[in-house]
């Protein structure tokens, strides 16, 4: 038997999730079967170029590895991206050299094959609507470090004219605090990570880090920690609430380190619903993410694999 040889390699796509501390990706092959999977620290204080480099020498790893010839490759990436050219327009200011840069170009040049850049979290909803065979309409949040949203409506992002639909985390009138986007009371001060460890600083006196700490303390039944969580399920609830009322949405997807306290949100949302269900009556259901951690490159290969149809016809 001959190793290694062309014909021994079937064809694939590479997912590639970006984030501020670390690049994930994942080879698939056309069955969507996932072959392979790793992770590198990403070099977002180097710049840009530093940033493709390293995405690109991870995936061709694991192409490799997983003996995939690949046809395509996606990616999610944090930022508002311009999804006709591939390029970010704005990001945070934690990725040096990172708005503006032409990453889809940056990788198609690294990988010889046809990039798709989505933003993160469209990406992530990209990837558990097709798990969970969603067709229609979902709002997607992600609460992270910070909190982000995503809309499928026809099955079809809804991008907005300057890429920056859904926007959930930075709607008003949740709390009177202040936002990481300096703004007063939006989302985000109550139901991202980062907020559930400092509205429970607020109230204990205690520091004891993020969701992850707090959720912790909740469980163990200390009452300030499940009251954070119930105000962020509250919001969170509210929030959802807000958006099938207004797009006649039927469902929600949860993600992101905090959704993992499912069984401490639920309560909070659960009472929202209860109080601010959308007025049409149509039940709005509010689901934890099933994917984990591959959502975002998953979703990333759903745009990535509607560019090679589009390259091959
Ligand atoms: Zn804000």
Redesign the pocket.
């Known amino acids: 038997m001959t190793q290694h040889h062309e014909t021994d390699t079937t064809p694939g796509h590479a997912g590639i999730d970006i984030g501020g501390t670390k690049i994930a990706a994942l080879i698939v092959d056309e069955s969507g079967a996932i072959r392979a999977r790793g992770t590198v620290p990403a070099p977002a204080r180097e710049g840009g170029s530093a940033m493709a480099d390293a995405a690109a020498r991870l995936v061709e790893g694991l192409a490799r590895e997983a003996a995939v010839r690949l046809r395509s490759a996606g990616v999610g990436a944090a930022g508002v991206i311009d999804h006709q050219t591939g390029s970010i327009r704005a990001a945070s200011a934690t990725f040096v050299d990172w708005a503006g840069f032409p990453l889809g170009h940056e990788l198609s040049a690294r990988l010889e094959v046809p990039v798709g850049v989505e933003n993160d979290v469209n990406a992530f909803l990209l990837g558990e609507a097709a798990a969970a065979g969603i067709r229609d309409d979902v709002l997607g949040v992600m609460l992270g470090t910070g909190v982000g949203g995503a809309v499928i409506i026809d099955g079809e992002l809804r991008r907005g004219p300057h890429g920056a639909a859904g926007e959930i985390?930075?709607t008003p009138g949740y709390s009177d605090l202040v936002?990481?986007?300096g703004?007063i009371g939006?989302l985000?001060t109550l139901a991202s990570g980062t907020s559930i460890g400092l509205r429970y600083a607020e109230r204990s006196g205690r520091h004891v880090g993020g969701s992850r700490e707090v959720a912790v303390l909740a469980r163990e039944g200390d009452a300030d920690a499940c009251a954070v969580f119930h105000a962020a399920g509250r919001a969170l609830g509210r929030a959802c609430a807000s958006a099938a009322t207004l797009l006649d949405l039927p469902r929600a997807i949860v993600g992101g380190g905090v959704a993992h306290a499912w069984e401490l949100l639920r309560p909070g949302i659960d009472d929202a619903l209860r109080t601010d269900a959308p007025v049409s009556g149509i039940p709005l259901h509010i689901l934890p993410a099933r994917l984990g951690g591959d959502a975002v490159a998953l979703g990333a290969i759903e745009t990535a694999r509607s560019l090679a149809l589009a390259a091959a016809s």
Do not use: D, K, P
Request: with cysteine.
């Open positions: 985390g930075h936002c990481t986007c703004q939006h985000e």
